[in-house]
T-cell receptor
Framework: EAGVTQFPSHSVIEKGQTVTLRCDPI?????LYWYRRVMGKEIKFLLH????????ESGMPNNRFLAERTGGTYSTLKVQPAELEDSGVYFC?????????????FGPGTRLLVL | AQKVTQAQTEISVVEKEDVTLDCVYE???????LFWYKQPPSGELVFLIR??????QNEISGRYSWNFQKSTSSFNFTITASQVVDSAVYFC????????????FGKGTSLLVTP
C-alpha cells in the first residue's frame, strides 16, 4: 500500500512568488492534515480536512495560505505571496476516519525555501 | 492548552548503549493520546507508537520500550542496545480532548549513535 506522498520534495522561490504544494493521502484515508516546521521550531499544526471539508483550520498563519481538497482526495496548499518566514518543511499526514483519534501517517515533506 | 516538552535537545551515545528519551506532557483533558515519531536523516516522519490515556501499560517492541506514567505526565522512550541506524530525531506528540485531532509536538530530541 502506498504511503502519503508529497510534491514537490523541494521548492526554492523568491519572495512574492506563489507556490503550490500537493499531498496525496493513503488511499481510503478521509482525514488529511497539514503541518509545518519552521527552522528551529516545533512541528506545528496548520489544518485538518475531513474528506473535502475543513474541520479545523486554527493553525493557518494568515490569509496568504489557502488549502483545498476538492473531491476529498488529494490536497493542495498554496502560499501567495510567499514571504521569507514561510520557509520550512511542510508535512502532510492522513488517517482513517473512525470517529476516534487514529494514528496519523506522514509524508516525506516539502522543503520550501523563500529567498 | 496541550504542551509537550522534550528537554533533551541532543543526545550522543556509543553503539550498544541504552538510551532514554524523555517526554513530559501537559493537558487538562482526561482523554488524550500520546505518540512517538522518528525522523531519520531522509526526513520523513515514521510512526512508532500510539498510547491512549486509559492504557498505562508499558510496551516493548524489540529494542524499543515505552514507559507511560500518568502520575508524572511522562511518556519516555528507551532504546536498548542502540545501533547506528537509530540515529534520528525523535518526536513526542499529544492529541485529543479540546485539541481534537491536531498533534501537538515537542521540539524533538536528536539522537546520534556512533560506532
Amino acid at each position: 500500500e502506498a504511503g502519503v506522498t508529497q510534491f514537490p520534495s523541494h521548492s526554492v522561490i523568491e519572495k512574492g512568488q506563489t507556490v503550490t504544494l500537493r499531498c496525496d493521502p493513503i488511499s481510503g484515508h478521509d482525514n488529511l492534515y497539514w503541518y509545518r516546521r519552521v527552522m528551529g521550531k516545533e512541528i506545528k499544526f496548520l489544518l485538518h480536512f475531513v474528506k473535502e471539508s475543513k474541520q479545523d483550520e486554527s493553525g493557518m498563519p494568515n490569509n496568504r495560505f489557502l488549502a483545498e481538497r476538492t473531491g476529498g482526495t488529494y490536497s493542495t496548499l498554496k502560499v501567495q505571496p510567499a514571504e521569507l518566514e514561510d520557509s520550512g518543511v511542510y508535512f502532510c499526514a492522513s488517517s482513517q476516519l473512525t470517529g476516534l483519534i487514529e494514528t496519523q501517517y506522514f509524508g516525506p515533506g516539502t522543503r520550501l525555501l523563500v529567498l | 492548552a496541550q504542551k509537550v516538552t522534550q528537554a533533551q535537545t541532543e543526545i550522543s551515545v556509543v553503539e550498544k548503549e541504552d538510551v532514554t528519551l524523555d517526554c513530559v506532557y501537559e493537558t487538562r483533558d482526561t482523554t488524550y493520546y500520546l505518540f512517538w515519531y522518528k525522523q531519520p536523516p531522509s526526513g520523513e516522519l515514521v510512526f512508532l507508537i500510539r498510547r491512549n490515556s486509559f492504557d498505562e501499560q508499558n510496551e516493548i517492541s524489540g529494542r524499543y520500550s515505552w514507559n507511560f506514567q500518568k502520575s508524572t505526565s511522562s511518556f519516555n522512550f528507551t532504546i536498548t542496545a542502540s545501533q547506528v541506524v537509530d540515529s534520528a530525531v525523535y518526536f513526542c506528540a499529544l492529541s485529543g480532548g479540546n485539541s481534537g485531532y491536531a498533534l501537538n509536538f515537542g521540539k524533538g530530541t536528536s539522537l546520534l549513535v556512533t560506532p
